[in-house]
């Protein structure tokens, strides 16, 4: 039995009976991140620019757009939606994989919920599974993948179509074959990273796995070995693999349980030396121009991702951990400000970015930085993160999600109506329609 074949047996016979408490739980607490990421990111002039472009082929009005007034249909609510969700560089992340898992499996669950009757059961259930077979996927490839692709453009199409399929009640050939289509739309390189077309290939991923189950349900064929066939997805997007343990503990044990979110808007690598660098500015209270030199001690794939010494605008400063360490020991935050075009251009932070070295040491985990701040003074202060905020050892707590995606919705949804989006989102497992959650995501 091919895998693509064993992983459509898997999901059309799972139930939400068969989901543990404490997987479902996470699948909720993703959800609540995943729409307030989308909330904040809806007035990002990349969704400006998308919804221009878009708007005048859509097919219909059936979907809403989160945190906008605007309707469009399923496809379009599927990739505008996953780019609202992703451009602000703040949404969940499968940390060993660098997977952002909710945003292709989201955006087509609520596009698809204001077309049918989607119970909350039914969906998050869906949830689970496309989260599942994305992350599988991820796992299989990621060691010889991530230095040249986005994996959520590559795997998180795998995860759209899964929960796409699941929710359409495809059968076992037609799910079949929306994954070997879902496989012949993967993409994504790393290149575009700090551009607006980052966040469009997680768009992107959602759109395109949605697409591979519509045209599965209507009979198109695609290849039944797509994912591990000789010149199949594996074979093609990585030097390294290992499909052989893709399916292994299939419906025991759950990626999901393994998924972060993020406490800083950026990339999730230079996440460690930013809680370092905080931490140090509130024991210490340095001023910058006290500081005359910083050096960070990092896991070496955080200077091969986010290595950019003079970042040239809010979007590129997102992946340099110079600009990270300068802005978090300047203004003790990390958020959407600053990673703003004016932080970038500041003549105060951009010196202090000049005098920050980075050194890659291999004996770092990658939730792990260490930071030496020297003073003119002579001085030396130090800090050692060994579990990140926001990582598995050291979780965001109810609490604090719920705070993240009040900050991110405020001033664009009405405080009472993000009260009520929070409220339904931790209650999603009794609505009987989720639509209702997709309403309260957008402007009445």
Excluded at 172 to 179: I, N, P, R, S, W
Excluded at 321 to 338: F, P
Excluded at 365 to 379: F, H, Q
Aim: net charge negative.
């Amino acid at each position: 039995m091919t895998i693509t074949r064993e992983f459509a047996r898997y999901i059309i016979g799972a139930s939400a009976a068969d989901i543990p408490a404490n997987v479902t739980q996470e699948a909720i607490r993703s959800l609540l991140n995943w729409v307030g990421c989308a909330v904040g990111g809806s007035r990002h002039p990349a969704i400006e620019h998308s919804l221009a472009a878009v708007l005048p082929f859509s097919a219909g009005s059936d979907c809403s757009l989160i945190g906008r007034h605007e309707r469009v249909d399923a496809l379009h609510a599927s990739l505008l939606n996953g780019i609202s969700a992703h451009v602000l560089d703040f949404d969940d992340t499968h940390l060993r994989t660098l997977l952002h898992p909710s945003g292709p499996v989201a955006s087509v669950l609520l596009a698809l919920a204001e077309r049918q009757r989607i119970s909350g059961r039914e969906f998050v259930l869906a949830f689970v599974l496309g989260v599942e077979i994305e992350c599988r996927i991820a796992d299989a490839i990621w060691l010889g993948h991530n230095t040249d692709w986005y994996i959520t453009g590559t795997t998180g199409v795998f995860g759209a179509a899964a929960a796409a399929s699941k929710v359409l009640r495809l059968d076992e050939k037609q799910f079949v074959h929306a994954l070997g289509l879902a496989s012949a739309q993967a993409a994504g390189t790393r290149e575009m990273a700090g551009t607006m077309a980052k966040s469009f290939v997680h768009g992107r991923a959602g759109q395109n796995g949605l697409l591979a189950a519509l045209l599965a349900q209507q009979g198109f064929t695609a290849s039944d070995s797509s994912l591990e066939g000789r010149h199949g997805f594996a074979q093609v997007f990585a030097s390294r693999r290992d499909v052989e343990t893709i399916t292994g503990g299939l419906g025991s044990t759950y990626e999901i349980l393994q998924n972060t979110y993020k406490p800083f808007a950026c990339g999730v690598v230079v996440h460690p030396v930013i809680d370092a660098c905080i931490r140090l500015r509130n024991a210490h209270h340095p001023d910058g121009s006290d500081i005359e030199k910083i050096t960070l001690f990092v896991h070496p794939r955080t200077l091969e991702l986010a290595g950019n010494k003079s970042p040239q605008s809010g979007l590129k400063s997102k992946w340099s951990v110079y600009h990270s360490a300068a802005v978090s020991i300047l203004d003790g935050a990390a958020g959407e400000h600053q990673y703003s075009d004016e932080r970038v251009d500041d003549p105060v932070v951009r010196a202090l970015r000049e005098r920050t070295a980075a050194i890659p040491d291999p004996h770092l985990k990658d939730t792990e930085a260490k930071v030496s701040v020297k003073l003119k003074d002579g001085r030396v202060i130090d800090e050692h993160v060994v579990h990140v905020t926001g990582s598995t050892e050291n979780p965001m707590t109810d609490q604090a999600l719920a705070e993240k995606v009040r900050a991110l919705a405020q001033g664009i949804l009405p405080s009472h109506q993000i009260a009520e989006l929070i409220s339904t989102c931790w209650g999603i497992m009794d609505l009987e329609d989720t639509s209702q959650l997709v309403r309260l995501s957008a402007q009445t």
